[in-house]
């Protein structure tokens, strides 16, 4: 099949990549030149497992990427897949989709065939079909259902493998209001959906739409439970890991999603969690169990800095922070809780020298004034305190010898020798 992809980013470069490998030709719309040369030249503009390879191999074939809108005329399929985030009440801020929606009708207006344009951001219910739809049918002059249609497919796919969360996902998601979108959806992810392990959902443009919304809700919720369930632990003295452990052993509970510490950051959750707060409150409904979910969530970092605080008087020490991405196998740093750590220290007179494995360039230009590490080592060494607030694998058996004090205050439970530290205190247990 012939698909389109409106919006390059984390999703949107990630379900081309997929899409083309699945056999289909793909082309990427695009506003920013830099991610258009960079697809087109075969590289990946992200950080992503098995992506550059894939980009690799289908660029210039099956793959390419423009800024032109009018190329969405060769393809049957636009996936949208924009940014929706969050305005400064936490509301959702759709401006992106609008011009999106509007740049994209433009385009279609002076196609002849049929075009079904699949929603793929995540959107409140009602975007779908009272938003985008009228826009498209406005801007095309074409309505929906002749010759037009509309679609809602949520994606699932996490960071750090969203390649393989989109090749083999848990479920699928289609809504839709026709057969014939239901029908294309299917063909498009016919090689996913004939392994056999992967669920099919098909429901309505509405309830796909929320479905994302309370998936992500479910999860950060999950965390922020097992957070609380931490702190409580540390109050009694508890090892909250061994806990949970067992905890997840009940199948109504499941093991995943029970790595208790931080708190949850990114892109999606906590702009997700907050769209359906302010969603659920303009629809007359007080979301309290979400709004105390956010707010456990929120205090995770200072509590980590005030264990830190009780070992190492912070004026002036010289503090490891280890970690940066919001979490490992990213570059992200959007709503990074290693971010709020960083805050906290400073406000606190701490002299920050910060390692991250890939994602430093992307914290430098709005924290031009810590320091920066070329390895964990070098973060370590002569630090009077280290916090861990990303759990990067190559962070597992660490050195600390060349700290002026070992002192870690663990974030995420990572794998070290707590004899050989001086001082060393996990966030939960
Ligand atoms: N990042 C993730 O892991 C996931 C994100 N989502 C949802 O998918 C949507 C997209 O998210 P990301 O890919 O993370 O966003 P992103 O910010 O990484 O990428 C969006 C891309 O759209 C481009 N863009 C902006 N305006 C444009 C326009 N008018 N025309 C063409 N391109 C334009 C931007 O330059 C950017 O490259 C959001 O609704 C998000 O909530 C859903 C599942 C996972
Ligand atoms: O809508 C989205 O964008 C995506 O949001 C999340 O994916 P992602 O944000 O990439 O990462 P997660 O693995 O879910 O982690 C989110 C945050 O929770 C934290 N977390 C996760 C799991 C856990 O046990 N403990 C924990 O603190 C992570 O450190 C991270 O900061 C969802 O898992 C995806 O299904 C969804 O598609």
């Not at 969530?297 to 280890?322: F, T």
């Not at 070098?378 to 630090?383: D, F, K, T, V």
Request: aromatic share 6%; hydrophobic share 40%; proline share 4%.
């Amino acid at each position: 099949m012939n698909v389109s992809i409106v919006g390059s980013g984390y999703v949107g470069t990630t379900v081309a990549a997929c899409l083309a490998d699945l056999g289909h030709t793909v082309t990427n719309v695009e506003i920013d030149e830099d991610i258009v040369e960079a697809i087109n030249a075969g590289e990946a503009p992200i950080h992503e497992s098995g992506l550059a390879e894939r980009i690799a191999a289908h660029a210039g074939t099956t793959l390419r990427a423009t800024t032109n809108y009018e190329d969405v005329r060769e393809t049957d399929v636009t996936f949208l897949c924009l940014p929706t985030p969050q305005s400064e009440d936490g509301s959702l801020d759709l401006a992106i989709m609008q011009a999106g929606a509007e740049s994209l009708g433009r385009a279609l207006a002076e196609k002849d065939d049929d075009h079904l344009v699949v929603v793929k951001s995540t959107v409140l219910p009602g975007t779908t079909e009272d938003v985008v739809g009228p826009i498209l049918e406005a801007e095309s002059g074409t309505e929906i259902g002749d010759g037009l249609e509309l679609a809602m497919n949520p994606e699932f796919l996490r960071m750090g493998t969203a390649v393989e969360d989109f090749l083999e996902p848990d479920k699928v998601v289609f809504g839709t209001a026709s057969d014939e979108a239901a029908a294309t959806l299917r063909d498009l992810y016919a090689p996913i959906l004939e392994r056999g392990d992967t669920d099919l959902v098909e429901t309505d443009i509405r309830e796909a739409e929320l479905i994302k919304y309370a998936n992500n809700a479910f999860l950060a919720s999950k965390v922020s439970l097992v957070n609380e369930l931490g702190n409580i632990a540390r109050e009694y003295d508890a090892d909250a890991y061994e806990v949970l452990e067992a905890v997840g052993l009940d199948d109504r509970i499941s093991e995943r999603f029970m790595r208790s510490g931080l708190g949850w950051g990114g892109s999606c959750f906590p702009k997700d969690v907050n769209a359906l707060r302010a969603g659920a409150r303009e629809q007359g409904y007080d979301p309290e169990l979400l709004d105390a979910v956010v707010a456990v969530n929120d205090e995770q970092p200072r509590r980590l800095v005030d264990l830190l605080a009780a070992h190492v008087d912070l004026e002036g020490a010289r503090i490891a922070v280890l970690g940066l991405s919001f979490k490992p196998g990213t570059d992200d740093i959007r709503k990074s809780r290693a971010l709020d750590v960083i805050d906290h220290l400073t406000d606190r007179g701490a002299v920050v020298v910060a390692f991250d494995p890939v994602a430093i360039e992307n914290v430098r230009p709005d924290y031009p004034d810590i320091e920066y590490a070329d390895s964990a080592a070098g973060a370590l060494e002569g630090a009077d305190g280290a916090v861990v607030a990303t759990d990067w694998p190559a962070f597992d058996d660490l050195s600390f010898e060349g700290m002026a004090r070992s002192v870690v205050v663990d974030g995420r439970r990572i794998d070290l020798d707590e004899d050989a530290l001086e001082v060393y205190e996990g966030l939960t247990w």
